[in-house]
């Protein structure tokens, strides 16, 4: 922590796998300190997918005001970088009246963003996105996740390898500089104006695969296959290529049954809350935290940032 980020706040991450039980804790620590939260769940933000992306209802937040949740819409174009420079205004203003903001998503990336700043990587090549973009209609998914993980195994491991954009950007880097988009991801962190206290929520594997399940259930109860379908005609948008909705969508096309469907959702969410989980552990800041007992979490979670504030005082 620098002198300098002591002078103006703290903003406490708190992250974790899907189903893990952050927003309800974030709610709850936001209460505490009487501040706001902002998402760091980069589903979250467009505003005709609220169920499939779990995204808080108004009568759900505790009272508690949400930044740049359904602030989008799904036709809007919006990447990382944007939202560094939309978080980095907002938390500007937020810190004139809070001494402490929660930031909550399980977007890894778009943490790292506002935490550490976004490494200057060179602007992508028309032609080259062309050639990729062609391998993509070809050969699927398959044939950019086989490129990438041949160029930079590293990365391959921690992107979300069902997201062609990602896996695009990171073939791209990697061929127009020579070296592994992982390497070049390693920069020191930028300065910031802030402290911030990273914290991540555990829980056991058989017990967040649970949730996992309860939760789609409970989802598809609430209206998600009706959701799903409204936007059904832009399914090829870059917003809509997430765990869920590309499932629900086959299913709309008749692929597969309704009950293959559900199962694999199920399974893809477990897969990509394993990828989180990947992210998450190769930062050594955060500080980890058993969610199985959530009074006991928050309790643990309070003193951690009080601890905080007075190394900041």
């Known amino acids: 922590m620098t002198t300098a980020s002591r002078q103006k706040g703290l903003l406490v991450v708190i992250a974790g796998p899907t189903a893990s039980g952050k ?28 169920t499939g992306t779990a995204a808080p209802a108004v009568g759900e937040r505790g009272g508690i005001i949400h930044h740049l949740v359904g602030h989008l819409s799904i036709h809007n174009e919006y990447n990382v970088s944007k939202y560094e420079t939309e978080v980095l205004t907002l938390l500007e203003r937020l810190f ?70 990602r896996l695009m950007r990171g073939i791209e880097v990697c061929l127009q500089t020579g070296v592994p988009f992982s390497q070049q991801r390693k920069a020191e962190p930028k300065e910031r104006p802030f402290a911030t206290l990273k914290i991540a929520l555990h829980l056991p594997r058989n017990i967040l695969n649970q949730r996992i399940h309860q939760r789609t259930d409970q989802m598809l109860k609430a209206g998600w296959l009706e959701e799903a379908r409204a936007v059904y005609p832009y399914r090829g948008l870059n917003s809509l290529n997430t765990v869920g909705y590309k499932e629900l969508f086959a299913y709309l096309s008749g692929e597969w049954t309704y009950e293959q469907t559900v199962e694999k959702i199920k399974t893809n969410t477990r897969r990509y809350a394993k990828r989180q989980m990947t992210w998450l552990r190769r930062d050594a800041a955060f500080n980890w935290i058993d969610a199985t007992q959530p009074e006991k979490a928050i309790q643990e979670i309070v003193e951690l940032i009080g601890k905080a504030m007075e190394r900041g005082s």
């Open 23 to 50: 927003t309800s804790l974030a709610i709850q620590v936001a209460q505490h300190f009487g501040t706001e939260i902002i998402s760091a769940d980069s589903r979250q933000f467009f505003s005709e997918i609220p």
């Open 96 to 165: 004139t009246r809070h001494k402490v903001v929660v930031m909550t998503g399980g977007s890894g990336l778009y943490i790292d963003a506002v935490c550490n700043g976004i490494d200057a990587l060179p602007d992508p090549d028309v032609q080259l996105r062309a050639e990729m973009e062609e391998r993509f209609r070809l050969e699927g998914i398959g044939g950019l996740q086989t490129w990438l993980q041949a160029l930079d195994p590293a990365y391959y491991n921690v992107v979300d390898v069902n997201n062609p954009m």
